[in-house]
């Protein structure tokens, strides 16, 4: 396992990495526009930049759908087994995810700086909404810290969710690949609204979670692990074939 677990990770890491570099940069040109427009032409109105947090978290969740698959087919094709490029796959991700939101920490700070003298605009990320009540403050080094952990632990979740997904429609025929995609939207907003109306009090996990940001970054890494776990149970019997 060692001596194809390091050229695998180095591979799996260097693509994710390539992607979430270009998504970086479109996310930096929209902060650019963001401050353009709100320090040389908002200065009358209020304007708000939360989005970067979310934004990556979206953009790991996409990417993880598209590399699962053909990394897999690689690593298999180079005699890497199915156990050691899927653990080389988590931890590639997880790597990436933390370089991301370092590197997301630091563009938010940069343009928090440049619009702190206007008093019309605000930026903040997940951390600032929820633990600093959105105020118009800049945040301690240890506080960015903070930020990027939780975001660190959001963009791992995300990613391995839609490593889930990738692996579920791989092991699904047409009509039921087709009967999930539909039930998945329903699934997501239907089940919240149906464990409220079944009398269950969610209320008390979310003020945990807003407790502290260590509450929501274990609750990342617990739903992360779960997904994991199933990933590796649908990937295990997978009939990897190649690409059609």
């Known amino acids: 396992m060692k001596t194809s677990f390091k050229p695998a990770f180095r591979y799996q890491f260097v693509n994710f990495l390539k992607s979430a570099a270009v998504f970086y940069l479109i996310i930096v040109v929209i902060t650019t526009a963001f401050l353009i427009?709100?320090?040389?032409?908002?200065?009358?109105?209020?304007?708000?930049f939360t989005g970067n947090g979310n934004a990556f978290a979206i953009g790991m969740f996409v990417v993880a759908i598209v590399y699962i698959r053909s990394d897999?087919?690689?690593?298999?094709?180079?005699?890497?087994?199915r156990r050691t490029a899927f653990i080389s796959e988590i931890l590639a991700v997880l790597s990436v995810s933390a370089i991301l939101a370092v590197a997301g920490e630091l563009l938010t700070a940069i343009t928090q700086v440049v619009v702190l003298s206007n008093p019309n605009s605000f930026v903040g990320d997940v951390y600032q909404l929820i633990y600093m009540d959105a105020a118009r403050v800049l945040p301690t080094f240890g506080q960015h810290m903070l930020s990027a952990l939780i975001n660190t632990g959001m963009f791992f979740c995300a990613s391995l969710i839609g490593m889930f997904f990738?692996?579920?429609?791989?092991?699904?025929?047409?009509?039921?690949?087709?009967?999930v995609a539909i039930a998945i939207p329903f699934a997501i907003n239907g089940v919240p609204i149906l464990l409220v109306r079944l009398g269950f009090n969610l209320n008390p996990f979310i003020e945990?979670?807003?407790?502290?940001?260590?509450?929501?970054?274990?609750?990342s890494l617990t739903i992360a692990a779960a997904a994991a776990?199933?990933?590796?149970?649908?990937l295990r019997r997978a009939n990897i074939k190649a690409r059609k």
């Open 229 to 234: 776990l199933i990933d590796w149970l649908l």
């Open 72 to 81: 897999l087919r690689l690593c298999l094709q180079f005699g890497v087994s």
């Open 208 to 219: 945990w979670i807003a407790s502290s940001p260590f509450c929501f970054a274990l609750t």
């Open 37 to 48: 427009v709100s320090v040389h032409f908002a200065a009358d109105s209020s304007m708000s």
């Open 166 to 179: 990738s692996l579920l429609f791989w092991r699904l025929n047409k009509l039921w690949t087709i009967v």
